[in-house]
């Protein structure tokens, strides 16, 4: 029986709690969920961030408490989170799995556009250095979206579907999703990775089309139209997460 001064809250949206050690002070976000039996502590690459998944009724001081005792390894987890890395002049990120190294133009005409550098592939941006983040970002979003339109179509015209239409977004823990309705949903992160890493997504996601599931009817359909299916999911569980942190400010 729960005594009255041991209210727990109902369960509801999550909520954060702030756990402070060795002078520094981390945000925790709080997840509760019913079929939680235990408290699990995750530092999120992606979203560069901790979640605590609790027991729907456990109180928020045992929360606390669990993080608190914990403090010293979301610190030392955070601190191995590889650097954001900002589209800014002089920065380094991938395009097609390539390095780019980011030049601003500011007399230039135009917008943004690749050239092959002296050290390289670069990306150059035109205009005012306020906007360099924004252009850039801008520009990837296109190219994926240029990209990601040409490999669905190849695939759906194999399967003789037609999606309803596809949409780009900077999700955390998806890369691409398939709505009941035939709408595909993709990162425009992944034009930052190999292509043939946003060939398979596209497959995988038509795949979807035709089978809402991850059924073994899903995945021979998934494997006939993309055979190096292992290789791809391989690549993303090792260098998916990484791809989170380009583009930390303005993307």
């Known amino acids: 029986m729960l005594r009255l001064f041991e209210r727990r809250p109902p369960p509801g949206p999550v909520a954060h709690i702030e756990v402070a050690h060795a002078g520094e002070v981390y945000r925790v976000a709080l997840k ?3 079929t939680s039996q235990r408290f699990t502590l995750r530092v999120r690459t992606a979203t560069r961030d901790v979640l605590l998944t609790m027991p ?7 929360a606390r408490e669990f993080a608190e005792r914990h403090a010293a390894w979301i610190g030392a987890r955070l601190k ?3 650097r954001p890395v900002a589209f800014a002049p002089n920065a380094v990120t991938p395009l097609r799995g390539v390095d780019h190294r980011i030049v601003h133009r500011p007399g230039a005409r135009g917008v943004v556009w690749t050239e092959n550098g002296a050290g390289g592939p670069i990306i150059c941006v035109a205009g005012e250095a306020p906007f360099i983040a924004r252009r850039v970002a801008d520009f990837l979003k296109r190219e994926a979206r240029k990209d990601l339109e040409a490999a669905v179509a190849r695939h759906a015209t194999r399967l003789g579907v037609a999606p309803r239409r596809i949409a780009l977004r900077d999700t955390a823990s998806r890369w691409g999703s398939c709505s009941s ?4 949903n993709f990162s425009w992160r992944l034009i930052l990775a190999p292509p043939e890493i946003l ?5 995988h996601e038509v795949a979807h089309i035709v089978h809402m ?3 073994p009817m899903f ?3 998934a494997r006939r ?3 190096e299916t292992e290789r791809a999911e391989a690549w993303l569980r090792a260098n998916g997460a990484d791809l989170h942190r380009f583009g930390a400010e303005g993307a």
Do not use: C
């Open 32 to 34: 509760r969920l019913s």
């Open 225 to 227: 139209l993309y055979p």
């Open 219 to 221: 995945w021979k359909l």
């Open 213 to 215: 599931n991850h059924s």
């Open 80 to 82: 191995r989170l590889p």
């Open 181 to 184: 309705t035939g709408g595909l």
């Open 56 to 62: 729907t009724r456990s109180s928020l001081r045992s």
């Open 199 to 203: 060939d398979y997504l596209a497959a």
